[in-house]
C-alpha cells in the first residue's frame, strides 16, 4: 500500500510529491497535464524562477522527483473512496491503488465567457492575474471584463499598472456609488455588451460592442468566476467556504480524515509560488501523521 497519493501535478502537488519523497514515503503521483496556467508564456513573482515557462516548470520538478523514487502516472483519478484504514483510488485507465493520505492538488479553472476571440487571446492578451501579468503591460491601454464588483475593484486595481483602464461590464449596471468612484480615478466604463475581441494572432487590438464605436485595447483582464479542476474534494463531503472554495486549516488539512487539499482550490491566493508553499506544508502534516501511526508511544 503506497502512503500517499498525491492527485494533481502542478506547483502544490510537486512541492508535496517532493518533501514526501524526502520523507522516504511512498508516493504516487497522478496528472493529466492540463494546468490552469498552461496558456501563459510565463510564470512571474516566483524567485529565482521568474520568467520560466509553466510546462518547463513542471518538467524540471518532475525530474527532482526521481531520484526520491516517487512514481509519477500522467493518468486521470476517477474517483477516491474511504475505506476503514486507507482510501482505494480509482483510474480512468489501470488497476486501483491504494493509500494511507491523499492530497488534491488539482486547483481550479476559469471561466471564459463566450465572447468571439477570447479564447484565442487568452494567455496572450487576456489574462485573469494582474499580479502575474501586469508588469508586462504597464503603461498600455487595458481592459476589465467584469460584471458588478468584481469588475469594478479588477479596473480599479489595475491603476497600479496603467493609467489607460477601461471596464467593459457586458450588459451589466454599475452602481452609482461604484461609477462615481471609477469615475474620481479616471476609469472609463462601457456598459454594453461586448460583441467580440479583435486581435491579431491572440494579441488584442480592439473590443468591439454590440452598440457603439469599438475600443482600442492592447490587454484585457478578466473577473468571471471559477471552478474547481475536479469533483473530488466535493464528493469526499470536503467543507466549502463562501467563496466556493475548500475550507482547509494551516496545514491544508480538511474535514475529512486522510484527505488534504492544497493549491489554487483552497487558497485566496492563488499564485504559483504559494501553492508550491502550500504543497510543502501538506506534506509535513501528512509525514507527521504517518510517524504517529507508525511510531511507539
Not at 500517499?4 to 504516487?28: D, F, H, K, T
Not at 509519477?72 to 477516491?80: H, T
Not at 480509482?90 to 492538488?105: C, H, M, P, Q, T
Not at 496603467?162 to 457586458?170: K, R, Y
Request: positive net charge; hydrophobic residues 40%.
Amino acid at each position: 500500500m503506497l502512503d500517499v497519493i498525491v492527485i494533481g501535478g502542478g506547483p502544490a502537488g510537486l512541492s508535496a510529491a517532493l518533501m514526501l519523497g524526502r520523507c522516504r514515503r511512498r508516493v504516487l503521483l497522478c496528472d493529466t497535464g492540463q494546468p490552469r496556467n498552461r496558456r501563459s508564456r510565463a510564470l512571474h513573482g516566483y524567485l529565482t524562477r521568474d520568467g520560466v515557462a509553466p510546462g518547463a516548470f513542471n518538467e524540471m520538478g518532475r525530474a527532482e522527483l526521481v531520484k526520491y523514487d516517487v512514481e509519477f502516472r500522467p493518468i486521470s483519478v476517477a474517483a477516491v473512496t474511504p475505506l476503514s484504514d486507507r482510501f482505494q483510488v480509482s483510474f480512468e485507465k489501470g488497476r486501483d491503488e491504494a493509500a494511507r493520505f491523499v492530497l488534491i492538488a488539482t486547483g481550479v479553472t476559469d471561466d471564459l465567457p463566450p465572447v468571439p476571440g477570447f479564447e484565442e487571446c487568452y494567455g496572450r492578451s487576456v489574462f485573469h492575474c494582474p499580479y502575474c501579468d501586469g508588469w508586462e503591460w504597464r503603461d498600455r491601454p487595458l481592459a476589465v471584463f467584469g460584471r458588478g464588483a468584481s469588475g469594478a475593484r479588477l479596473a480599479l486595481g489595475l491603476k497600479t499598472w496603467s493609467a489607460d483602464v477601461l471596464l467593459c461590464s457586458d450588459g451589466t449596471s454599475i452602481s452609482r456609488s461604484l461609477r462615481d468612484r471609477l469615475e474620481r480615478n479616471r476609469i472609463t466604463v462601457r456598459t454594453e455588451r461586448v460583441a467580440g475581441l479583435d486581435h491579431h494572432e491572440g494579441r488584442l487590438s480592439a473590443i468591439r460592442f454590440a452598440t457603439g464605436e469599438p475600443e482600442p485595447r492592447e490587454a484585457l483582464f478578466f473577473s468571471t468566476g471559477q471552478r474547481h479542476h475536479s469533483p473530488l474534494a466535493i464528493q469526499l463531503g470536503c467543507t466549502l467556504t463562501r467563496r466556493g472554495t475548500v475550507k482547509t486549516g494551516t496545514l491544508c488539512g480538511t474535514n475529512v480524515p486522510g484527505v488534504f487539499v492544497a493549491g489554487d482550490a483552497s487558497r485566496d491566493a492563488q499564485f504559483v509560488i504559494v501553492a508550491a508553499a502550500e504543497g510543502v506544508k501538506a506534506a509535513v502534516a501528512i509525514n507527521k501523521a504517518l510517524q504517529e501511526r507508525e511510531l511507539l508511544v
